[in-house]
């Protein structure tokens, strides 16, 4: 009966040492996941983040060319508004120019009709 126990206790230790196996080969394979799991996390950030930069590029973009359409708009705004306020002082520059000289004209010419 000693025998069989013996045979048993061998059963025993080559199943300890098969299960140990299996469990390093079980380890194995998930250090390997693991690996692959980090490297296609990596992967998929760096595409996230030149996703990202990219939708930021564009975003910068068209806030540039917002600002720079609204700029101009208002630039012309401020020459078409300019151009009626110089057209204004002009016409009233030549209206009064007009009297002044028609005033200065009469002054002349009334004293010089009084001395002669």
Same mark, same amino acid.
């Given at each position: ?11 025993a ?6 299960? @140990? #196996?299996e ?5 194995? !394979? =998930?250090?390997?996941?693991?690996? *692959? &799991? $980090?490297?296609? +996390? /990596? %992967? ?9 930069a ?6 910068? @973009? #068209?806030?540039f060319?917002?600002?720079?359409? !609204? =700029?101009?708009?208002?630039?012309? *705004? &401020? $020459?078409?508004? +300019? /151009? %009626? ?9 030549l ?8 005033a ?6 009334? !004293? ?5």
């Amino acid at each position: 009966m000693k025998r069989d126990q013996t045979l048993s206790g061998v059963e025993a230790v080559k199943r300890i040492v098969e299960t @140990e #196996r299996e469990a390093e080969s079980i380890i194995e !394979e =998930a250090r390997e996941k693991s690996r *692959e &799991i $980090r490297i296609k +996390t /990596e %992967k998929e950030k760096d595409e996230v983040k030149k996703k990202v930069a990219g939708e930021l590029k564009r975003e910068r @973009e #068209r806030i540039f060319k917002d600002v720079e359409d !609204e =700029a101009k708009k208002e630039c012309q *705004e &401020i $020459r078409t508004q +300019t /151009e %009626k306020q110089l057209k204004t002082f002009q016409d009233r520059f030549l209206k009064n120019k007009d009297k002044a000289v028609d005033a200065v004209l009469s002054s002349i010419l009334g !004293e010089s009709g009084r001395s002669a």
